[in-house]
C-alpha cells in the first residue's frame, strides 16, 4: 500500500520549545517536501529535498530547517517554535525531482505553538 | 507578489451544472500545470495536469485548458456531482534550474455542489 505518513497528526507546543515533525514514504520516491498551509493561502513550500542530504529552500524557509538520512524519511525541525508557526504541515513525495512528477500528499500535521 | 492566483476563493453550482475554475500565473518559465483537490481534513490529491506543449488535456468530466499567452489555465468540470464539493488547488511548475520539482500553489477555491 503505497502512502505519505506524518507523526504526529497533532500537536501543542509551548513558544520557545522545539519541535520535530516526521515524514516516511514507502514508495522509494527521489523527492520529498514539506508545505504549511493557512487559511486563504493554500500550500506555500517551506523546503525541498532531491535525495539524501540534498536540500533546497522553499519559498518560506526561515524559522525552519530540514533532515534527510534516508530517502524514505524526511523531517521538519522547528528550533523555537513561535506562535507564528501554528499551521497545517503537510509533507508529500514524488518519483523524481522533475516538475512533471505528480505530487502525493500526507495526511498533514496540525500543529498549535501557544 | 502572488505567482499564482485563483481569481474565485469560492463557487457554488448545482448539480448537473458545468463549471470553471479560473488560475492566472506570472512566470513565463511555468512549463507544467496542474489542479489538485482536498477535502476537508484530508489531504491534497492530483486530479489532472498538462504541459505547456498542448493546450488542453481531458479526462472523463475533467478538462484543463492551457492559455499560455495569456497566461492563464482552467479547470472545466462537467455534470457536477455532489462529490465534487472540496478546495479545487491550481499549481504551476518550472523544469529549470533551481526551480527543477517545485510547484507554486494557488490560494484554492471552494467548491460547493448542492443536490
Redesign the interface.
Known amino acids: 500500500d503505497m502512502k505519505v505518513t506524518q507523526m504526529p497528526r497533532y500537536l501543542i507546543k509551548r513558544m520557545g520549545e522545539n519541535v520535530l515533525l516526521e515524514c516516511g514514504q514507502d514508495m522509494s520516491h527521489e523527492t520529498m517536501y514539506w508545505y504549511r498551509q493557512d487559511p486563504g493561502l493554500g500550500l506555500q513550500l517551506i523546503y525541498i529535498s532531491y535525495d539524501v542530504d540534498s536540500n533546497s529552500e522553499g519559498d518560506i524557509p526561515k524559522g525552519y530547517r530540514v533532515s534527510r538520512k534516508k530517502r524514505e524519511h524526511f523531517s521538519l525541525i522547528l528550533d523555537s517554535a513561535k506562535t507564528n508557526q501554528t499551521s497545517v504541515y503537510f509533507c508529500a513525495s514524488s518519483l523524481s525531482g522533475l516538475g512533471y512528477a505528480e505530487q502525493f500528499f500526507g495526511p498533514g500535521t496540525r500543529l498549535t505553538v501557544l | 507578489g502572488q505567482q499564482v492566483k485563483q481569481s474565485s476563493?469560492s463557487l457554488t453550482v448545482q448539480e448537473g451544472g458545468i463549471l470553471i475554475l479560473n488560475c492566472d500565473y506570472e512566470n513565463d518559465m511555468f512549463?507544467?500545470f496542474a489542479w489538485y483537490k482536498k477535502y476537508p481534513d484530508?489531504?491534497?490529491?492530483?486530479l489532472i495536469?498538462v504541459?505547456s506543449n498542448v493546450d488542453k488535456r481531458e479526462d472523463g468530466r475533467f478538462t484543463v485548458f492551457l492559455n499560455k499567452s495569456g497566461k492563464h489555465f482552467s479547470l472545466h468540470i462537467t455534470a457536477s456531482q455532489p462529490e465534487d464539493t472540496a478546495v479545487y488547488?491550481c499549481?504551476a511548475?518550472?523544469?529549470t534550474g533551481?526551480?527543477?520539482?517545485?510547484?507554486?500553489?494557488?490560494?484554492?477555491t471552494i467548491l460547493r455542489v448542492h443536490p
Not at chain 2, 484530508?42 to 492530483?46: D, G, K, M
Not at chain 2, 533551481?98 to 484554492?108: D, E, I, Q, S, V
Open positions: 476563493p512549463d507544467y484530508n489531504s491534497p490529491t492530483l495536469s504541459r488547488l499549481a511548475g518550472a523544469n533551481a526551480n527543477t520539482g517545485k510547484l507554486t500553489f494557488g490560494h484554492g
